[in-house]
């Protein structure tokens, strides 16, 4: 093991509709965590538009930098290295934090770390959890993404599943864009299906038969689609929050059936979830609850590092630092960059 240096990093994000910026010290410290959500931009046309997401990304990066930094109480010669997102993500959106970020490295003279996203996202789980360290296993659920990742060590990542088509949090948007929530869907639904009966209707459960890790969302969606519409057809009304609740439900079995029996069959002792999804409050409990019935420790971020955020990236680009991930000034973005890949 190298000897950890104090460092602080100042850290970028803006892979799809936050424009964040963070500092971080020693990877676990965040001293600041500025975001600045595009959500309400984007809620006009229901979903996120990339033009406009890059345009508004450029002109937030430099006030979103300037308040990260003097919330930190530090200045940029305070900062030892800058962490980025370079991909996966939107590509107009993600070339304006990569043009930022190498524009004060190369200003500075200072280190260049290049983040994948989801790297960002899982190591979001070591700022508020001192003691998590690999290996373990982490469920990344956004809405972009739905992987289950086994941690060997930092920065060193096998993936277990995925899924097939819609991530977790895409099938949460456009199941609530048909009941009407509105963007984006998956708070909405969370609060809704406090209200409704999770056994009111029965949704189908995808299972893989060649690979029990994969996950599939899209025959969910066009069940709940389905179901709309045959009620439409026939007159009847139906109520939202069942369906909000019977849908969540479906989500939520699959999401912990496979991660525990991936759990039990990499004899892991340490679960964590990530992404945006990680926030909700149904994965939560039924995660909990099927991580103690198994002796397993249970890890979660709060909400506001969940979500896209800049912190997070600042967590994995201390670890990529310390494991010697320098970029040089042809770092570019790649919408769809693999994990583990530099
Ligand atoms: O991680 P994130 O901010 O962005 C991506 O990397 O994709 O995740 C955003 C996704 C959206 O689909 C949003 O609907 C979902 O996370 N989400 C939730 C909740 N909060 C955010 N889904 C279910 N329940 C929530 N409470
Ligand atoms: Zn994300």
Same mark, same amino acid.
């Given at each position: 093991?190298?000897?950890?240096?104090?460092?602080?990093?100042?850290?970028?994000?803006?892979?799809?509709?936050?424009?964040?910026?963070?500092?971080?010290?020693?990877?676990?410290?965040?001293?600041?965590?500025?975001?600045?959500?595009?959500?309400?931009?984007?809620?006009?046309?229901?979903?996120?538009?990339?033009?406009?997401?890059?345009?508004?990304?450029?002109?937030?990066?430099?006030?979103?930098?300037?308040?990260?930094?003097?919330?930190?109480?530090?200045?940029?010669?305070?900062?030892?290295?800058?962490?980025?997102?370079?991909?996966?993500?939107?590509?107009?959106?993600?070339?304006?934090?990569?043009?930022?970020?190498?524009?004060?490295?190369?200003?500075?003279?200072?280190?260049?770390?290049?983040?994948?996203?989801?790297?960002?996202?899982?190591?979001?789980?070591?700022?508020?959890?001192?003691?998590?360290?690999?290996?373990?296993?982490?469920?990344?659920?956004?809405?972009?993404?739905?992987?289950?990742?086994?941690?060997?060590?930092?920065?060193?990542?096998?993936?277990?599943?995925?899924?097939?088509?819609?991530?977790?949090?895409?099938?949460?948007?456009?199941?609530?864009?048909?009941?009407?929530?509105?963007?984006?869907?998956?708070?909405?639904?969370?609060?809704?299906?406090?209200?409704?009966?999770?056994?009111?209707?029965?949704?189908?459960?995808?299972?893989?038969?060649?690979?029990?890790?994969?996950?599939?969302?899209?025959?969910?969606?066009?069940?709940?689609?389905?179901?709309?519409?045959?009620?439409?057809?026939?007159?009847?009304?139906?109520?939202?929050?069942?369906? %909000?609740?019977?849908?969540?439900? #479906?989500?939520?079995?699959? !999401?912990? @059936?496979?991660?525990?029996? &991936?759990? +039990? =069959?990499?004899?892991?002792?340490?679960? %964590?979830?990530?992404?945006?999804? #990680?926030?909700?409050?149904? !994965?939560? @409990?039924?995660?909990?609850? &099927?991580? +103690? =019935?198994?002796?397993?420790?249970?890890?979660?971020?709060?909400?506001?590092?969940?979500?896209?955020?800049?912190?997070?990236?600042?967590?994995?680009?201390?670890? +990529?630092?310390?494991?010697?991930?320098?970029?040089?000034?042809?770092?570019?973005?790649?919408?769809?960059?693999?994990?583990?890949?530099?």
């Amino acid at each position: 093991m190298k000897e950890i240096r104090d460092m602080n990093i100042l850290a970028i994000e803006s892979s799809c509709d936050e424009t964040a910026a963070a500092v971080v010290h020693n990877g676990r410290e965040v001293c600041s965590n500025i975001i600045s959500s595009q959500i309400e931009l984007h809620k006009l046309y229901g979903g996120v538009v990339p033009e406009i997401a890059s345009r508004k990304h450029i002109e937030k990066i430099n006030q979103v930098i300037e308040e990260a930094l003097r919330e930190a109480q530090v200045t940029l010669d305070d900062i030892d290295a800058v962490a980025v997102t370079y991909g996966p993500g939107l590509v107009g959106a993600l070339l304006v934090g990569v043009a930022e970020a190498k524009a004060i490295a190369y200003a500075r003279h200072l280190p260049l770390i290049g983040v994948h996203h989801i790297e960002g996202h899982i190591s979001a789980n070591y700022i508020e959890h001192p003691d998590l360290e690999p290996p373990f296993l982490c469920l990344v659920v956004s809405g972009g993404h739905t992987h289950l990742v086994c941690v060997r060590d930092y920065g060193k990542y096998e993936i277990l599943g995925r899924t097939r088509d819609d991530a977790a949090g895409e099938a949460y948007d456009k199941v609530a864009r048909a009941i009407g929530l509105g963007y984006p869907g998956g708070p909405k639904i969370d609060r809704l299906a406090k209200e409704g009966d999770p056994d009111a209707i029965s949704f189908p459960r995808a299972h893989i038969a060649d690979a029990p890790f994969d996950f599939s969302f899209s025959g969910l969606k066009s069940a709940v689609l389905n179901y709309i519409n045959g009620c439409q057809m026939k007159g009847e009304t139906f109520r939202p929050a069942d369906v %909000a609740a019977s849908f969540q439900k #479906a989500v939520v079995d699959v !999401l912990v @059936e496979h991660s525990m029996r &991936a759990a +039990e =069959e990499y004899g892991m002792g340490r679960f %964590a979830i990530a992404g945006g999804v #990680a926030s909700n409050s149904a !994965l939560r @409990e039924s995660m909990k609850k &099927a991580c +103690e =019935e198994r002796d397993l420790k249970f890890y979660h971020p709060s909400p506001i590092f969940c979500t896209d955020n800049a912190a997070m990236i600042g967590a994995a680009g201390y670890y +990529e630092y310390l494991a010697g991930t320098r970029h040089g000034w042809d770092l570019n973005a790649v919408p769809n960059l693999k994990l583990g890949e530099r």
